[in-house]
């Protein structure tokens, strides 16, 4: 069975907890459950991580393909705008790798309307809440 990797980046563990009007109030449980069942259905294995770490998410990265995932799903979260180190990761990685994003990051502050993980991702899905991400696995199951 296919092994996808899915990485939520910083804070995303507050999910349904603080600020539901911009991100909504399903939790961060409640979206992986949402993805593990649709990779059931799929017939692809899912492992998921939360990190706040940027150096964490570059090893996830980093390793995924000898650990022998197939893709990976990120929303990098605040690093999106900040880390050329997660960026070099993914374009180093070998994989496909769909970034997501709850809120259309580019209807918000400026600062958040670069990305630097886009160029260098294979697509990315924004602005649709948590339907961000089944949007994201299903263009992943596409890509693979
Ligand atoms: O819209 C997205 O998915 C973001 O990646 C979410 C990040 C933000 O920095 C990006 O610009 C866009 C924030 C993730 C933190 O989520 C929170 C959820 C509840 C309370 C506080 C933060």
Do not use: W
Not at 3 to 27: A, C, Q, S
Not at 68 to 81: D, E, G, Q, R, V
Not at 89 to 107: D, F, K, P, Q, Y
Not at 115 to 131: D, E
């Amino acid at each position: 069975m296919k092994k996808i990797l899915v990485i939520h980046g910083p804070n995303l563990n507050l999910l349904g907890v603080r600020e539901p009007d911009i991100y909504g109030r399903l939790t961060l449980e409640k979206i992986n459950s949402m993805l593990k069942k649709e990779a059931k259905a799929r017939k692809v294995n899912l492992v998921i991580k939360q990190s706040n770490h940027e150096g964490q998410i570059v090893d996830l990265i980093g390793h995924a393909k000898k650990n022998k995932f197939s893709a990976i799903l990120i929303n990098p979260a605040a690093y999106t705008h900040t880390s050329v180190a997660i960026r070099d990761a993914v374009a180093a990685c070998g994989l496909s790798v769909v970034e997501v994003h709850l809120s259309n990051i580019h209807s918000r502050e400026e600062f958040r309307h670069k990305s630097l993980i886009s160029p260098v991702a294979s697509g990315t899905i924004l602005g649709f809440g948590a339907k961000s991400y089944t949007l994201g696995l299903a263009a992943i199951l596409d890509l693979i």
